[in-house]
């Protein structure tokens, strides 16, 4: 029997990020004690009826979820925010607006080259440090998120997950640089936005520290950047090396994505063999955030299953007309983007990928129709490559960072905004113009 979805099983992963967007603002102590139950509640709820109309395909398919897409992205989370978390910049940095700048500019440029989950890791907490005095820092961790863990991933295929999967279905290595303008004009705006707020907030603080007379600045934990270049190996290797597939239950795995993941188990072990004793305390390092990230994403992977069956099921499906009504790049770029907001950018970005392989190369293979897709159609990948990396920050689950970041700054004591508080007072009336902005002079 083929696995088609009907339209209300979406209620699920409607009601996980329902759960996710009220629950913490509505009763944060249930949700705090609870939210591993909530989640298995949800995922539930779609896997025991899609289980019982499939049977032996919706177990094929649910751990094809699991094997294929779910354990890669919690190993490639685990190994990089273990090894960050062993890494400190020691030293006097005030948060002043400028040294905010700096840091998240350096961040930014991080992102393309360890990933934006990694940068995110490593600046997320000396920013937290610098600005630990200062009574309004929320406005930091969200421009964090703008930059580091979405906008500043957009350069290479090591830089975001979305367009690491572009590489290994045949999307050149380097193509993706053809969206550093679009890359600099929203880091641009974005920085300008940041520094006008901050400086605002900095003169409402009621005694700012000192602004900084240039102390020096020294890392500790240094010999993580060698398991962190080791992590950043293994992630290129893997989409360069073809060592065939491997079958897990049923389930096959490409052996060189198995290995990749290994490989960062065993580095994230190092790391925390090697770091330094008292260092992961002395920097507020703990396994909650992971804990969390992993529960509530494990059911947003199994949920999300119902809308992404329905996408692919492409023009003959149920929501054929949405897909028949996507014509232009722009109309992909926001396809993509609003989508990729709520429904994780990686797999998002997969989906329309391949509707635009389906309508201009139908029956071909896929790294041909990819190779051919970025030479002669490059406006439609451009497209959706730019809508999933940027709109990925529109939502704390639009990419993996985001929820992971807010995670670890409210665990630090910042008061972040609700799902819905990051989405109305932030994402859209500030990123919002940004986005439209590329839309008009770039797409």
Avoid at 214 to 227: K, P
Wanted: charged fraction near 15%.
């Amino acid at each position: 029997m083929p696995i088609q979805p009907q339209l209300w099983e979406i209620a699920p992963f409607a009601g996980i990020l329902a759960s996710i967007a009220v629950l913490p603002l509505a009763a944060p102590r249930f949700w705090h004690r609870h939210y591993p139950a909530v989640a298995a509640a949800w995922g539930l709820a779609f896997a025991l009826p899609f289980l019982a109309r499939f049977r032996g395909a919706g177990v094929h398919h649910l751990l094809d979820v699991g094997l294929n897409e779910y354990l890669p992205f919690v190993v490639m989370l685990w190994g990089l925010f273990t090894v960050t978390g062993g890494i400190e910049v020691v030293g006097s940095l005030p948060g002043t607006p400028r040294n905010n700048v700096r840091l998240l500019l350096v961040g930014t440029a991080l992102a393309s080259v360890i990933g934006t989950t990694g940068a995110s890791m490593l600046l997320l907490r000396p920013l937290l440090r610098a600005n630990q005095d200062r009574k309004r820092r929320a406005h930091v961790v969200v421009f964090l998120i703008f930059l580091v863990s979405n906008v500043g991933g957009s350069l290479t295929p090591l830089g975001d997950p979305p367009l690491f999967l572009g590489f290994l279905q045949g999307v050149p290595f380097f193509w993706t640089l053809r969206l550093l303008p679009d890359t600099l004009l929203i880091v641009a705006l974005l920085t300008g936005v940041f520094y006008a707020i901050d400086l605002w907030e900095w003169g409402r603080e009621d005694a700012p520290p000192p602004p900084s007379g240039g102390a020096r600045l020294r890392v500790a934990g240094s010999r993580n950047f060698v398991l962190l270049g080791g992590i950043v190996l293994c992630v290129w290797l893997s989409g360069v090396w073809n060592a065939g597939d491997l079958e897990i239950l049923g389930i096959e795995r490409p052996l060189a994505g198995l290995l990749r993941d290994l490989a960062i188990v065993v580095l994230g072990l190092v790391s925390l063999r090697i770091t330094p004793a008292g260092l992961r305390p002395r920097i507020g390092f703990g396994w909650g955030p992971m804990r969390e990230v992993a529960i509530l994403f494990a059911a947003i992977f199994v949920t999300m299953s119902a809308p992404l069956l329905l996408l692919r099921a492409g023009e003959a499906g149920p929501l054929g007309g949405v897909i028949r009504a996507l014509r232009t790049p722009d109309q992909f770029y926001w396809a993509t983007g609003l989508l990729s907001s709520v429904l994780d950018n990686a797999p998002t970005y997969l989906t329309l990928l391949h509707t635009q392989l389906g309508r201009f190369f139908p029956g071909m293979e896929v790294g041909e129709a990819v190779a051919r897709l970025a030479a002669e159609r490059g406006a439609y990948l451009h497209a959706v490559s730019a809508g999933a990396v940027f709109m990925g920050a529109l939502t704390y689950i639009g990419n993996a960072p985001n929820f992971m970041v807010r995670a670890i700054a409210e665990e630090a004591g910042v008061a972040m905004p609700s799902f819905l508080g990051y989405i109305l007072r932030w994402a859209l009336p500030v990123l919002g113009p940004a986005l439209l902005l590329v839309a008009w002079l770039r797409i």
